[in-house]
């Protein structure tokens, strides 16, 4: 006798050889049970409280994320005149006959802007990627 979900065993040695199969019984109540799941972009999409929640959590992640990397570009742009303050002799060596705050400003801060541009978006494809893994795993 077989019914849904079973599953055959190994062949039964006292009858024969046949194959006896189990029959897992449920009751039809456990599934009146369980509520019905609702998927989190359902939620975002009615704006209800929870939806608010779930935005509200990938803003601040997402700002946060923002402020870091502008506050990083800050410090070192500000740092520099500080630095140059603070040590006056490096202002005044030169590399190949350039001085050398020329340099930082014209060679090095650009290549730092797209290194900083580069990691932002790869951080924040990363929130947005496990924003959609909460929201879809709900």
Known sequence: MTGEGARPEEPDRRSGGAARSRVVITSPRTRAATRPRRPGTREI?????LGEVYMRSLIRS????????????AGVIGG???????????????????????????????????????????????????????????
């Open 62 to 73: 997402q700002l946060r994320l923002a402020l870091s990397v502008c506050l990083v570009v």
């Open 80 to 138: 520099l005149p500080a630095l140059f303050m603070l040590a006056p002799g490096l202002s005044r060596l030169r590399l190949l006959g350039v001085p050398l705050p020329w340099v930082l400003l014209a060679g090095l801060i650009y290549p730092m802007f797209a290194a900083c541009a580069w990691w932002y978006v790869r951080q924040a494809e990363r929130i947005e990627h496990d924003f959609a893994e909460l929201v879809d795993h709900r």
């Open 45 to 49: 999409d009615e704006q209800t409280g």
